[in-house]
């Protein structure tokens, strides 16, 4: 029996503006989908940052059906995680971004994902919080969150809806030539209990919950419900680094390296000289220093039976 016949009342949350403006196309779409399945069906559609987490808190739905990129997502499940809102969510890849969703294994047809998903299990995910905020995919420190932060100042969402993912790479070229990358100090608890400290020079500190990072795998071990969160730091001597660790990040070999870390954690503190921008989820944060812990098993999604077992090995609550 399919686990969605549980549920009566379902939220479609649906950014509008996603994949270049196709997101409103598909609202209805996914609407009618939702109305062969269940009694009672609201839809809303996101106009502004907090559009989703409010949505969240308002309704009282069973079940959140979340359509768009990695950033509507990251607004909704803030949303739930502030009201103590214990939901299920399916995501429906749309964006720009679609990091989470990509990792997970979700088609990216709109439909197929849906339908894939209400036929799926649901499975717990872990969650990283820093900032009083919670994140989904990763925590970025350094050139990354330094180009998400340019883009929001420039109001780049017009070009990002155009270019997609070309706009970012546009934009991590431009602003590279004037990023200056930083020294950074991690204290960290890792994985197994033990503590550990960095100390370095590095254009980019990642915290993340997934493996695959904007098309580069590199958090190889990273799975989003082992408990806990995976520290990568790649290391700055000159501006050269951004374009050899990203070459060799690309291939695979980033590994190798001895100055580079990635290790499996469950807190750190990072501090930095100067302090530099930070990202959730691929939106603007405050800069460091910053906290961060993993919330282990805080967040439950309805997903696709396959190919998710085999290439991620997400555990089932079913």
């Known amino acids: 029996m399919s686990a969605t016949r549980r549920w009566e009342t ?50 009282d739905a069973e079940l959140v059906v979340v359509a768009g990129g990695d950033g509507v997502f990251h607004d909704a499940i803030n949303g739930a995680m502030q009201t103590r809102r214990s939901l299920p969510f399916i995501l429906v890849p749309i964006g720009t971004g679609n990091v989470l969703a990509s ?18 299990q649901l499975c717990p995910l872990d969650l990283g919080q820093a900032h009083d905020r919670f994140f989904h995919c990763s925590l970025g420190i350094g050139l990354d969150a330094y180009v998400v932060a340019q883009m929001e100042a420039e109001r780049a969402s017009q070009v990002k809806r155009l270019l997609g993912k070309v706009a970012y790479l546009l934009a991590a070229l431009r602003h590279s030539v004037r990023y200056e990358w930083s020294h950074v100090r991690i204290e960290a608890e890792l994985a197994d209990g033990c503590e550990a400290c960095w100390e370095r020079d590095a254009w980019l500190v990642l915290v993340t919950n997934v493996a695959d990072y904007g098309g580069v795998n590199i958090a190889p071990d990273a799975r989003p419900d082992d408990g806990a969160l995976d520290l990568v730091v790649l290391p700055a001597h000159s501006k050269v680094d951004y374009f050899r660790f990203g070459v060799l990040g690309w291939l695979g070999w980033h590994l190798r390296h001895p100055e580079v870390v990635v290790r499996p954690i469950r807190r750190a503190r990072i501090v930095s000289a100067p302090p530099v921008p930070t990202q959730l989820d691929g ?10 812990q993993v919330v282990p098993r805080a967040l439950t999604v309805l997903l696709p039976r396959t190919p998710l077992r085999a290439q991620h090995r997400v555990a089932s609550t079913l």
């Open 10 to 59: 379902v939220l479609l949350i649906v950014n509008p503006h996603a994949g270049g403006g196709k997101g409103r196309r598909w609202a209805a779409r996914l609407e009618a989908a939702l109305r062969q399945r269940f009694a009672r069906v609201r839809t809303v559609l996101t106009e502004k940052s907090g559009s989703a987490a409010e949505a969240v808190a308002r309704y």
């Open 283 to 292: 939106e603007p944060a405050p800069t460091t220093p910053v906290d961060v």
């Open 103 to 120: 990792n997970l294994g979700i088609p990216k047809d709109p439909l197929r994902a849906l339908a894939a998903s209400l036929d799926g």
